[in-house]
Protein backbone atom coordinates (compact mmCIF):
# COMPACT_ATOMS: atom_id res chain seq x y z
CA UNK A 1 0.00 0.00 0.00
CA UNK A 2 1.38 3.53 -0.75
CA UNK A 3 1.56 6.79 1.30
CA UNK A 4 -0.28 8.34 -1.11
CA UNK A 5 -3.44 7.01 -0.49
CA UNK A 6 -5.89 9.07 1.48
CA UNK A 7 -8.11 8.46 3.89
CA UNK A 8 -11.17 11.23 5.48
CA UNK A 9 -12.90 10.59 8.81
CA UNK A 10 -15.39 12.79 10.16
CA UNK A 11 -16.70 11.91 13.57
CA UNK A 12 -18.01 14.18 16.16
CA UNK A 13 -16.64 11.91 19.02
CA UNK A 14 -12.55 12.58 19.18
CA UNK A 15 -11.65 9.51 20.68
CA UNK A 16 -13.63 8.19 17.29
CA UNK A 17 -11.23 9.71 14.68
CA UNK A 18 -8.31 9.39 16.82
CA UNK A 19 -9.01 5.33 16.89
CA UNK A 20 -9.26 5.23 12.90
CA UNK A 21 -6.41 7.73 12.77
CA UNK A 22 -4.11 5.03 14.50
CA UNK A 23 -5.10 2.34 12.66
CA UNK A 24 -5.11 3.43 8.64
CA UNK A 25 -1.93 4.99 9.69
CA UNK A 26 -0.32 1.62 11.18
CA UNK A 27 -1.39 0.12 7.87
CA UNK A 28 0.71 2.53 6.01
CA UNK A 29 -2.50 4.99 5.00
CA UNK A 30 -2.17 8.91 4.91
CA UNK A 31 -5.41 9.71 7.40
CA UNK A 32 -7.13 12.85 8.50
CA UNK A 33 -10.02 12.86 11.44
CA UNK A 34 -11.68 16.03 12.02
CA UNK A 35 -15.01 16.59 14.07
CA UNK A 36 -16.06 19.37 11.87
CA UNK A 37 -18.34 19.34 8.72
CA UNK A 38 -16.60 22.48 6.85
CA UNK A 39 -12.96 21.19 8.14
CA UNK A 40 -13.96 18.07 6.79
CA UNK A 41 -15.48 19.48 3.35
CA UNK A 42 -12.04 21.78 2.94
CA UNK A 43 -9.64 18.63 3.46
CA UNK A 44 -11.65 17.13 1.09
CA UNK A 45 -9.64 16.50 -2.60
CA UNK A 46 -9.62 14.75 -5.93
CA UNK A 47 -7.14 12.21 -4.04
CA UNK A 48 -8.78 11.11 -1.25
CA UNK A 49 -9.54 7.09 -1.32
CA UNK A 50 -12.25 6.79 1.25
CA UNK A 51 -14.16 8.77 3.37
CA UNK A 52 -15.57 7.31 6.99
CA UNK A 53 -18.63 9.27 7.91
CA UNK A 54 -20.51 9.46 10.67
CA UNK A 55 -24.51 9.94 10.23
CA UNK A 56 -25.22 11.79 13.68
CA UNK A 57 -23.21 14.86 13.41
CA UNK A 58 -24.15 18.46 15.42
CA UNK A 59 -24.96 20.66 13.04
CA UNK A 60 -24.40 19.31 9.74
CA UNK A 61 -25.41 15.77 10.14
CA UNK A 62 -24.27 12.64 7.87
CA UNK A 63 -27.24 12.70 5.81
CA UNK A 64 -26.46 16.61 4.47
CA UNK A 65 -22.61 15.91 4.22
CA UNK A 66 -23.82 13.35 1.94
CA UNK A 67 -26.03 15.65 -0.32
CA UNK A 68 -22.63 17.63 -0.44
CA UNK A 69 -20.48 14.68 -1.63
CA UNK A 70 -23.32 14.44 -4.04
CA UNK A 71 -22.65 18.17 -5.65
CA UNK A 72 -19.53 17.90 -5.18
CA UNK A 73 -19.43 14.58 -7.61
CA UNK A 74 -16.95 12.82 -4.91
CA UNK A 75 -16.06 9.78 -6.49
CA UNK A 76 -14.38 8.47 -3.36
CA UNK A 77 -15.41 5.51 -1.19
CA UNK A 78 -17.77 6.30 1.44
CA UNK A 79 -18.48 4.04 4.86
CA UNK A 80 -20.86 4.90 6.45
CA UNK A 81 -20.83 5.02 10.88
CA UNK A 82 -23.31 5.24 13.22
CA UNK A 83 -24.75 4.03 16.14
CA UNK A 84 -28.20 4.42 14.96
CA UNK A 85 -30.26 1.12 14.32
CA UNK A 86 -29.27 -1.09 11.25
CA UNK A 87 -32.19 -0.13 9.06
CA UNK A 88 -31.26 4.17 9.10
CA UNK A 89 -27.95 2.71 8.30
CA UNK A 90 -29.63 1.04 5.06
CA UNK A 91 -31.71 3.61 4.42
CA UNK A 92 -28.86 5.71 4.44
CA UNK A 93 -26.59 4.26 2.19
CA UNK A 94 -29.48 3.42 -0.49
CA UNK A 95 -30.29 7.37 -0.61
CA UNK A 96 -26.33 7.29 -1.12
CA UNK A 97 -26.63 5.70 -3.42
CA UNK A 98 -29.76 7.48 -5.60
CA UNK A 99 -27.12 10.56 -5.20
CA UNK A 100 -24.17 8.61 -7.22
CA UNK A 101 -21.64 7.72 -4.48
CA UNK A 102 -19.76 4.77 -3.65
CA UNK A 103 -20.89 3.50 -0.38
CA UNK A 104 -18.87 0.60 0.39
CA UNK A 105 -19.46 0.02 3.62
CA UNK A 106 -21.27 -0.04 6.94
CA UNK A 107 -19.84 0.12 10.71
CA UNK A 108 -22.39 0.21 13.55
CA UNK A 109 -20.94 1.58 16.18
CA UNK A 110 -19.48 0.00 18.84
CA UNK A 111 -16.86 -1.74 16.27
CA UNK A 112 -14.00 -3.68 17.14
CA UNK A 113 -10.25 -2.66 15.81
CA UNK A 114 -10.35 -5.83 13.63
CA UNK A 115 -13.45 -4.53 11.74
CA UNK A 116 -12.35 -1.40 11.10
CA UNK A 117 -8.78 -3.09 9.68
CA UNK A 118 -10.82 -5.13 7.53
CA UNK A 119 -13.11 -2.73 6.05
CA UNK A 120 -9.98 -0.80 5.59
CA UNK A 121 -7.81 -3.14 3.92
CA UNK A 122 -10.71 -4.02 1.60
CA UNK A 123 -11.53 -0.74 0.58
CA UNK A 124 -8.96 1.89 0.87
CA UNK A 125 -7.43 1.12 -2.60
CA UNK A 126 -7.67 3.83 -5.05
CA UNK A 127 -10.95 4.31 -6.32
CA UNK A 128 -11.12 2.91 -9.62
CA UNK A 129 -13.18 5.21 -12.30
CA UNK A 130 -16.39 3.99 -13.09
CA UNK A 131 -17.09 0.91 -15.99
CA UNK A 132 -18.39 3.53 -18.75
CA UNK A 133 -20.10 1.40 -21.59
CA UNK A 134 -19.41 2.48 -24.92
CA UNK A 135 -21.03 5.01 -26.33
CA UNK A 136 -21.86 6.65 -22.81
CA UNK A 137 -20.36 10.12 -23.93
CA UNK A 138 -22.19 9.70 -26.86
CA UNK A 139 -25.30 12.31 -27.66
CA UNK A 140 -27.76 10.60 -29.59
CA UNK A 141 -29.13 12.66 -32.29
CA UNK A 142 -32.84 12.17 -33.66
CA UNK A 143 -31.50 11.78 -37.44
CA UNK A 144 -28.46 9.70 -36.31
CA UNK A 145 -31.65 7.08 -34.16
CA UNK A 146 -33.79 7.10 -37.95
CA UNK A 147 -30.84 6.11 -40.07
CA UNK A 148 -29.96 3.67 -37.87
CA UNK A 149 -33.56 1.65 -37.85
CA UNK A 150 -33.27 2.66 -41.81
CA UNK A 151 -29.83 0.92 -42.24
CA UNK A 152 -30.23 -2.15 -40.22
CA UNK A 153 -27.82 -0.66 -37.66
CA UNK A 154 -29.58 -2.51 -34.57
CA UNK A 155 -28.22 -6.35 -33.49
CA UNK A 156 -29.66 -8.39 -30.97
CA UNK A 157 -27.70 -10.09 -28.10
CA UNK A 158 -28.70 -13.23 -25.81
CA UNK A 159 -28.40 -14.05 -22.10
CA UNK A 160 -29.37 -17.64 -21.01
CA UNK A 161 -32.48 -18.40 -18.34
CA UNK A 162 -31.04 -20.96 -15.93
CA UNK A 163 -33.24 -23.88 -14.11
CA UNK A 164 -32.05 -23.57 -10.35
CA UNK A 165 -32.88 -27.54 -9.47
CA UNK A 166 -31.51 -28.63 -12.82
CA UNK A 167 -29.20 -26.09 -14.41
CA UNK A 168 -30.34 -26.68 -17.66
CA UNK A 169 -30.75 -23.42 -19.81
CA UNK A 170 -34.38 -23.35 -20.07
CA UNK A 171 -34.68 -20.19 -22.71
CA UNK A 172 -32.89 -16.67 -23.62
CA UNK A 173 -33.80 -12.78 -23.07
CA UNK A 174 -33.41 -10.85 -26.40
CA UNK A 175 -31.38 -7.36 -25.90
CA UNK A 176 -31.21 -4.79 -28.42
CA UNK A 177 -27.78 -3.08 -29.30
CA UNK A 178 -26.82 -0.49 -31.56
CA UNK A 179 -23.74 -1.63 -33.80
CA UNK A 180 -22.98 2.41 -34.31
CA UNK A 181 -20.80 2.04 -37.56
CA UNK A 182 -18.36 4.97 -35.38
CA UNK A 183 -18.98 4.69 -32.24
CA UNK A 184 -19.19 0.67 -31.32
CA UNK A 185 -21.20 -0.98 -29.62
CA UNK A 186 -23.90 0.77 -27.77
CA UNK A 187 -26.56 0.16 -25.12
CA UNK A 188 -29.76 0.82 -24.74
CA UNK A 189 -30.13 3.35 -21.97
CA UNK A 190 -28.59 5.51 -24.50
CA UNK A 191 -30.81 5.23 -27.26
CA UNK A 192 -34.48 3.49 -26.47
CA UNK A 193 -35.94 6.66 -24.34
CA UNK A 194 -34.89 8.71 -27.14
CA UNK A 195 -36.32 5.96 -29.24
CA UNK A 196 -39.61 6.12 -27.50
CA UNK A 197 -39.85 9.62 -27.46
CA UNK A 198 -39.56 9.82 -31.43
CA UNK A 199 -42.30 7.09 -31.74
CA UNK A 200 -39.36 4.54 -33.19
CA UNK A 201 -39.80 2.20 -30.10
CA UNK A 202 -42.33 0.06 -31.90
CA UNK A 203 -39.86 -0.15 -35.24
CA UNK A 204 -37.07 -1.28 -32.79
CA UNK A 205 -39.54 -3.84 -31.23
CA UNK A 206 -40.28 -5.73 -34.10
CA UNK A 207 -36.43 -5.84 -35.29
CA UNK A 208 -35.70 -7.75 -31.99
CA UNK A 209 -38.71 -9.73 -32.17
CA UNK A 210 -38.13 -10.89 -35.97
CA UNK A 211 -34.21 -11.50 -35.58
CA UNK A 212 -34.87 -13.19 -31.79
CA UNK A 213 -37.22 -15.47 -33.53
CA UNK A 214 -35.33 -16.19 -36.24
CA UNK A 215 -32.39 -17.24 -34.55
CA UNK A 216 -33.55 -18.89 -31.37
CA UNK A 217 -34.12 -22.01 -33.63
CA UNK A 218 -30.54 -22.21 -33.34
CA UNK A 219 -30.07 -22.76 -29.62
CA UNK A 220 -30.36 -25.76 -28.17
CA UNK A 221 -30.22 -27.27 -24.33
CA UNK A 222 -29.82 -31.03 -25.39
CA UNK A 223 -33.25 -32.00 -24.37
CA UNK A 224 -35.06 -31.50 -27.33
CA UNK A 225 -37.44 -28.68 -26.06
CA UNK A 226 -37.39 -25.25 -27.55
CA UNK A 227 -35.81 -22.93 -25.85
CA UNK A 228 -38.17 -19.86 -24.52
CA UNK A 229 -37.39 -16.73 -26.28
CA UNK A 230 -38.05 -13.19 -23.71
CA UNK A 231 -38.55 -9.81 -25.37
CA UNK A 232 -38.51 -6.76 -23.59
CA UNK A 233 -41.43 -4.67 -24.71
CA UNK A 234 -41.76 -0.71 -24.26
CA UNK A 235 -44.85 0.56 -22.53
CA UNK A 236 -45.44 2.54 -25.24
CA UNK A 237 -45.47 -0.48 -27.58
CA UNK A 238 -48.31 -1.88 -25.08
CA UNK A 239 -50.86 0.94 -25.97
CA UNK A 240 -51.67 -0.21 -29.51
CA UNK A 241 -54.32 -3.16 -30.06
CA UNK A 242 -52.53 -4.49 -32.85
CA UNK A 243 -49.34 -5.52 -30.55
CA UNK A 244 -50.72 -9.38 -29.83
CA UNK A 245 -51.83 -10.19 -33.90
CA UNK A 246 -48.08 -8.60 -34.95
CA UNK A 247 -46.36 -10.45 -32.14
CA UNK A 248 -48.55 -13.90 -32.93
CA UNK A 249 -47.91 -13.33 -36.86
CA UNK A 250 -44.19 -13.02 -36.60
CA UNK A 251 -43.72 -16.12 -34.64
CA UNK A 252 -45.82 -17.94 -37.62
CA UNK A 253 -43.48 -16.84 -40.13
CA UNK A 254 -40.73 -18.30 -38.40
CA UNK A 255 -42.18 -20.88 -36.81
CA UNK A 256 -42.24 -20.04 -33.16
CA UNK A 257 -45.03 -21.74 -30.89
CA UNK A 258 -46.73 -18.48 -29.29
CA UNK A 259 -46.47 -20.34 -26.00
CA UNK A 260 -42.73 -20.38 -26.35
CA UNK A 261 -42.36 -16.25 -26.27
CA UNK A 262 -42.44 -14.35 -22.83
CA UNK A 263 -42.83 -10.55 -23.10
CA UNK A 264 -41.46 -8.63 -20.32
CA UNK A 265 -42.54 -5.39 -18.99
CA UNK A 266 -41.17 -3.22 -16.52
CA UNK A 267 -43.49 -2.93 -13.65
CA UNK A 268 -42.72 0.40 -12.45
CA UNK A 269 -44.68 2.07 -16.27
CA UNK A 270 -47.38 -0.49 -15.82
CA UNK A 271 -49.89 1.82 -14.98
CA UNK A 272 -49.94 4.24 -17.06
CA UNK A 273 -52.98 3.82 -19.38
CA UNK A 274 -53.61 0.47 -17.74
CA UNK A 275 -57.05 -0.41 -19.44
CA UNK A 276 -55.40 -0.50 -22.95
CA UNK A 277 -52.43 -2.34 -21.62
CA UNK A 278 -54.69 -4.59 -19.51
CA UNK A 279 -56.76 -5.49 -23.08
CA UNK A 280 -53.28 -6.00 -24.38
CA UNK A 281 -51.95 -8.36 -21.82
CA UNK A 282 -55.35 -10.35 -21.80
CA UNK A 283 -54.90 -10.76 -25.73
CA UNK A 284 -51.70 -11.61 -25.22
CA UNK A 285 -52.34 -14.68 -22.85
CA UNK A 286 -55.35 -15.64 -24.37
CA UNK A 287 -52.77 -16.39 -27.73
CA UNK A 288 -50.81 -18.05 -25.30
CA UNK A 289 -48.22 -15.58 -25.24
CA UNK A 290 -46.30 -15.55 -21.71
CA UNK A 291 -46.23 -12.41 -19.31
CA UNK A 292 -43.22 -11.75 -17.34
CA UNK A 293 -43.16 -8.81 -14.70
CA UNK A 294 -39.63 -7.59 -15.07
CA UNK A 295 -37.83 -5.05 -12.34
CA UNK A 296 -40.08 -6.61 -9.91
CA UNK A 297 -39.78 -4.53 -6.40
CA UNK A 298 -38.99 -1.04 -7.58
CA UNK A 299 -42.32 0.06 -8.25
CA UNK A 300 -44.60 2.02 -6.14
CA UNK A 301 -47.93 0.51 -7.25
CA UNK A 302 -46.54 -3.12 -7.98
CA UNK A 303 -48.52 -4.80 -5.44
CA UNK A 304 -51.92 -3.53 -6.67
CA UNK A 305 -50.29 -4.37 -10.71
CA UNK A 306 -49.42 -7.84 -9.62
CA UNK A 307 -53.11 -8.47 -8.69
CA UNK A 308 -55.09 -7.43 -11.73
CA UNK A 309 -52.14 -8.37 -14.34
CA UNK A 310 -52.19 -12.05 -16.33
CA UNK A 311 -48.25 -12.50 -15.83
CA UNK A 312 -46.90 -15.62 -15.84
CA UNK A 313 -43.62 -14.81 -14.72
CA UNK A 314 -41.73 -12.59 -11.95
CA UNK A 315 -38.54 -11.13 -12.52
CA UNK A 316 -36.84 -9.95 -8.87
CA UNK A 317 -34.61 -6.96 -9.49
CA UNK A 318 -31.41 -7.13 -9.93
CA UNK A 319 -30.64 -4.71 -7.08
CA UNK A 320 -32.31 -7.15 -4.37
CA UNK A 321 -30.06 -10.05 -5.44
CA UNK A 322 -26.98 -8.18 -5.47
CA UNK A 323 -27.67 -6.86 -1.88
CA UNK A 324 -28.87 -9.77 -0.61
CA UNK A 325 -26.18 -11.50 0.89
CA UNK A 326 -25.43 -8.69 3.32
CA UNK A 327 -28.50 -7.35 3.51
CA UNK A 328 -31.30 -8.64 5.20
CA UNK A 329 -33.65 -6.26 4.39
CA UNK A 330 -33.18 -7.17 0.47
CA UNK A 331 -33.29 -11.07 1.72
CA UNK A 332 -36.43 -10.88 3.71
CA UNK A 333 -37.82 -8.95 -0.20
CA UNK A 334 -36.61 -11.82 -1.92
CA UNK A 335 -37.87 -14.54 -0.11
CA UNK A 336 -41.54 -13.03 -0.23
CA UNK A 337 -41.19 -12.13 -3.71
CA UNK A 338 -40.60 -16.16 -4.41
CA UNK A 339 -43.35 -16.95 -2.10
CA UNK A 340 -45.70 -14.33 -3.40
CA UNK A 341 -45.13 -15.45 -7.15
CA UNK A 342 -44.97 -19.03 -5.99
CA UNK A 343 -48.72 -18.10 -4.92
CA UNK A 344 -50.04 -17.03 -7.55
CA UNK A 345 -49.05 -19.63 -9.67
CA UNK A 346 -45.89 -17.71 -11.79
CA UNK A 347 -42.37 -19.18 -12.03
CA UNK A 348 -39.92 -16.82 -10.38
CA UNK A 349 -36.75 -15.28 -11.74
CA UNK A 350 -33.93 -13.93 -9.77
CA UNK A 351 -31.91 -11.47 -12.51
CA UNK A 352 -28.46 -10.34 -12.18
CA UNK A 353 -26.88 -13.10 -10.41
CA UNK A 354 -22.97 -12.55 -10.33
CA UNK A 355 -21.67 -15.14 -7.46
CA UNK A 356 -21.97 -18.54 -5.97
CA UNK A 357 -23.65 -17.22 -2.64
CA UNK A 358 -26.46 -15.60 -4.71
CA UNK A 359 -27.24 -18.65 -6.49
CA UNK A 360 -26.88 -20.57 -3.39
CA UNK A 361 -29.29 -18.41 -1.60
CA UNK A 362 -32.04 -17.82 -4.70
CA UNK A 363 -31.77 -22.38 -4.69
CA UNK A 364 -32.26 -21.77 -0.40
CA UNK A 365 -35.57 -19.60 -1.04
CA UNK A 366 -36.94 -21.75 -3.70
CA UNK A 367 -36.78 -19.70 -7.05
CA UNK A 368 -36.76 -21.39 -9.88
CA UNK A 369 -34.84 -19.11 -12.27
CA UNK A 370 -31.51 -17.81 -12.49
CA UNK A 371 -30.19 -15.19 -15.08
CA UNK A 372 -27.03 -13.40 -14.99
CA UNK A 373 -23.61 -12.83 -15.77
CA UNK A 374 -22.37 -15.73 -13.10
CA UNK A 375 -23.29 -17.74 -16.16
CA UNK A 376 -23.02 -15.35 -18.94
CA UNK A 377 -23.34 -11.75 -20.51
CA UNK A 378 -25.37 -11.19 -22.92
CA UNK A 379 -23.89 -12.84 -26.12
CA UNK A 380 -24.68 -12.61 -29.93
CA UNK A 381 -26.82 -15.25 -31.62
CA UNK A 382 -23.26 -17.23 -32.63
CA UNK A 383 -21.62 -16.90 -29.80
CA UNK A 384 -24.41 -17.95 -27.76
CA UNK A 385 -25.07 -20.89 -29.99
CA UNK A 386 -21.07 -22.08 -28.66
CA UNK A 387 -21.31 -21.05 -25.55
CA UNK A 388 -24.84 -23.77 -24.90
CA UNK A 389 -22.66 -26.09 -26.44
CA UNK A 390 -19.94 -25.69 -23.82
CA UNK A 391 -22.19 -25.17 -21.05
CA UNK A 392 -24.10 -28.25 -21.85
CA UNK A 393 -20.70 -30.05 -22.14
CA UNK A 394 -20.16 -29.00 -18.58
CA UNK A 395 -23.65 -30.12 -17.26
CA UNK A 396 -23.16 -33.52 -18.27
CA UNK A 397 -20.00 -33.70 -16.72
Known amino acids: MTAKQRILVVDDEIDVGEFVSDAAQAM ?155 RGLIFPDYFIGRMEELGLIDELGWIVANRGMSDVEQFENGDGKALMLSVNASVYSLHDLKFPDVLVSIAEKHGVSPGDVTIEITETRLIKELARTLDILTRLRIKQVKLSIDDFGTGYAMMQQLKIIPATELKIDKSFIQEMSGNDRDRIMVQKTIEIGHELGMQVIGEGVETQ ?39 VH
Open 28 to 182: GFECTATTDAKTFLDQLTPDTTLILLDLIMPETDGVELLRMLSQQKCKAGIVLMSGVGKRVLETAEQLAQVLGLSIVGRLQKPFRLAELEEMLARNAEPATSPIVQPGAQFITHNEQLRRAVERNEFVVHYQPLIDIATGRVTGVEALARWQHPE
Open 357 to 395: EQLDILREKGCDIAQGFFFSRPLPAQEMVSWLKTYRSQL
